[in-house]
């Protein structure tokens, strides 16, 4: 039970949770916004008094295609908002941090813990104990 708790509790989740909560309520509001205000105006300019009340009718079977439209609207609005919101300044932050495209330092293993250490390191990073310099392969000497 004690798992479960520190699961519950840990920060992303909560975070989690709080953005799913905001994120709700701001769906809530852009689908108002659509079915309230940006519809209607598409409506009138239409010559349709209520955009839901779109509708077409197959043997006898109604079918609201109005509320979808206010939907797919919404959602469209949505995507919008979380694209130049949120993915693009994402996107440009991450950008930043990349690193540039040179070219990789060489390394070799460390004899003593085995990580990889660059070729030109006297002492390891990792295990602070003296590496030699490696001997290439063809003439025996030192890189």
Same mark, same amino acid.
């Given at each position: 039970?004690?798992?479960?708790? /520190? *699961? @519950?509790?840990?920060?992303? !989740?909560?975070? #989690?949770?709080?953005?799913?909560?905001?994120? &709700?309520?701001?769906?809530? =509001?852009?689908?108002?916004?659509?079915?309230?205000?940006?519809?209607?105006?598409?409506?009138?300019?239409?010559?349709?008094?209520?955009?839901?009340?779109?509708?077409?009718?197959?043997?006898?079977? /109604? *079918? @609201?295609?109005?509320?979808? !439209?206010?939907? #797919?609207?919404?959602?469209?609005?949505?995507? &919008?908002?979380?694209?130049? =919101?949120?993915?693009?300044?994402?996107?440009?932050?991450?950008?930043?941090?990349?690193?540039?495209?040179?070219?990789?330092?060489?390394?070799?293993?460390?004899?003593?813990?085995?990580?990889?250490?660059?070729?030109?390191?006297?002492?390891?990073?990792?295990?602070?104990?003296?590496?030699?310099?490696?001997?290439?392969?063809?003439?025996?000497?030192?890189?």
């Amino acid at each position: 039970m004690g798992g479960f708790k /520190k *699961f @519950l509790l840990r920060g992303n !989740l909560v975070d #989690l949770a709080v953005a799913f909560v905001i994120g &709700a309520a701001f769906a809530g =509001l852009v689908t108002g916004l659509v079915k309230d205000l940006i519809t209607p105006l598409i409506a009138a300019i239409g010559g349709q008094a209520n955009f839901a009340d779109l509708s077409f009718t197959v043997n006898h079977s /109604k *079918f @609201l295609y109005g509320d979808f !439209l206010n939907l #797919l609207i919404s959602f469209l609005i949505v995507s &919008a908002v979380v694209y130049f =919101l949120v993915v693009v300044p994402f996107g440009r932050l991450l950008d930043r941090f990349k690193p540039t495209a040179e070219e990789p330092t060489p390394v070799h293993d460390c004899p003593h813990c085995l990580s990889s250490i660059p070729v030109a390191a006297s002492v390891c990073a990792y295990c602070t104990r003296d590496v030699a310099l490696p001997r290439t392969e063809h003439t025996g000497a030192h890189v």
